[in-house]
């Protein structure tokens, strides 16, 4: 046997985790706008299971506020609430397969009859080749998407000749609709007239090359409970009064879902993978800011990355500001950081931007 192939042999072998998750993010709707008695959380808890079955995961807890219900998976986190549900799976989950079944479920029993809005993201994965079908590429994925919603907007964020870069597609008002078996049949799609949307922004902090002294909260032979690391990381101290539903796992590994009363439909979620070959953190929020620099700088501070990548969407009605000082800079600068990439993209009721940062010196 030659070296190179025992070498190929031994890297296939060794433990990997694709820390790196999938968002997907769905506003529903109906087309005659009569939403007052439809909310997604009337679909029942076993038929959400169902929908975890196939997508690959389960559920470990959940918490609740009048407006969301908040999911810590195996595999990352889940919120739903009145009209909107959040999916966040990492590892080789399948969040794209389980959108048929989904749709059905809203029709059957939360009363909505459109998809309103659809966003799908996620970072570039650091073990692409582990993946399964239909997430082994972006070109995959958004050709399954196309199939379901006609018209929808495959994008890429950063430079597609470098190691990172961030992937979207969106489905927004004013453009076809998902039908059931339509593609298929080459039957008409429904269009949906223009839908109110409230204010909303979501904030996401995607971290690698993590501090091991800041991992080392993450293991559990060094932390044996998780409120024991929530505390002993800083976690807790990131936004004040979350209401913290947080999980470690063994060995290592930790997920936590917090909501905010004071906030309707206030969440933060942060799933962390702190073995140091692959280590990898998520952050994301809703929780309106006057600033989010202060917040995004507790957060890098909290973790260590040697790199991170900054997305955040903001709707146009809203005026949420990342916090920038300086009128020549597009995002928040600091002091350890340089700005490697910018981009900034208005979508269709959104504005999106997005950065790559490297730590100083790159």
Not at 24 to 32: A, C, G, L
Not at 232 to 246: A, C, E, N, T, V
């Amino acid at each position: 046997m030659s070296q190179t192939l025992a070498n190929m042999i031994a890297d296939n072998n060794t433990h990997f985790f694709e820390g790196v998750e999938k968002l997907m993010e769905v506003w529903f709707t109906r087309k005659d706008g009569i939403t007052l008695n439809c909310d997604l959380r009337k679909i029942p808890r076993s038929q959400i299971e169902t929908v975890m079955q196939v997508v690959k995961c389960e559920i470990i807890s959940t918490t609740s506020t009048d407006e969301l219900d908040a999911y810590v998976l195996s595999e990352s986190s889940m919120f739903i609430s009145s009209r909107r549900f959040i999916l966040k799976t990492c590892g080789t989950t399948t969040p794209l397969c389980c959108l048929p079944l989904l749709i059905s479920l809203v029709q059957e029993y939360a009363g909505y009859d459109s998809v309103q809005d659809l966003y799908f993201s996620r970072k570039n994965f650091k073990r692409p080749e582990l993946q399964v079908s239909p997430h082994r590429t972006f070109e995959e994925e958004a050709s399954i998407l196309d199939q379901f919603f006609p018209g929808g907007r495959a994008y890429c964020m950063g430079s597609v000749n470098r190691a990172d870069c961030w992937y979207l597609y969106t489905v927004s008002p004013g453009r076809q609709r998902y039908r059931p078996n339509a593609a298929r049949h080459n039957l008409p799609h429904n269009r949906v007239g223009k839908t109110h949307r409230e204010p909303d922004e979501t904030l996401e902090v995607l971290m690698m090359d993590l501090d091991p002294e800041k991992m080392k909260w993450f293991y559990k032979d060094v932390c044996a409970t998780a409120a024991e690391a929530t505390k002993k990381s800083g976690i807790d101290r990131l936004i004040p009064d979350m209401i913290i539903d947080d999980y470690q796992f063994d060995p290592c590994g930790y997920s936590m879902n917090g909501l905010m009363r004071s906030v309707p439909g206030g969440y933060m979620t942060i799933h962390i993978t702190p073995e140091p070959e692959f280590s990898y953190v998520s952050f994301e929020t809703n929780v309106p800011q006057k600033s989010y620099k202060d917040l995004i700088a507790r957060v890098v501070s909290t973790f260590g990355p040697k790199q991170f990548v900054l997305t955040f969407f903001t709707s146009v009605e809203n005026d949420a500001s990342l916090g920038i000082d300086d009128d020549n800079c597009s995002v928040p600068q600091y002091s350890d950081y340089d700005v490697d990439d910018i981009q900034i993209c208005r979508l269709q009721g959104y504005d999106l931007t997005y950065a790559l940062y490297n730590r100083f010196p790159s």
